[in-house]
């Protein structure tokens, strides 16, 4: 339920206009026109924490999920100078903190995958 309404509640700051990660994004993602792809990109977080929190389609919202997830570590590669103090890998400023804790939720999306049964 907490990876469910985590998605949501950040989700909905994007799709509000309000999430102090926007500019984050944006530059990272720096090819799209973040006017639109932040709103939509919170749409789709949106859309994660509600089949999370619902458990249906858990198949699909997973691969939506782990797609969401890796996008969330080009940070780490697009802008180094942004996620790591003095190009150190090891000394993470707030930025990079922020992207790495995202371990954390990726272990979460296993162990709910883990609960998905295989068809026959």
Known sequence: MSLGLVFVWFGALKVFRV??????VARTVYWVDPSWFVPVLGVVEVIIGVGLLAGRALRTVLA???????????VLVIQ?????QRGNPLLLTVEGEFVVKNLVLLSAGVVVGSTVRRMR
């Open 19 to 24: 999430s102090p990660v926007a500019e984050l």
């Open 64 to 74: 939506l999920f782990w797609l969401q997830m890796l996008g969330t570590f080009l």
């Open 80 to 84: 180094p100078d942004v996620a790591f």
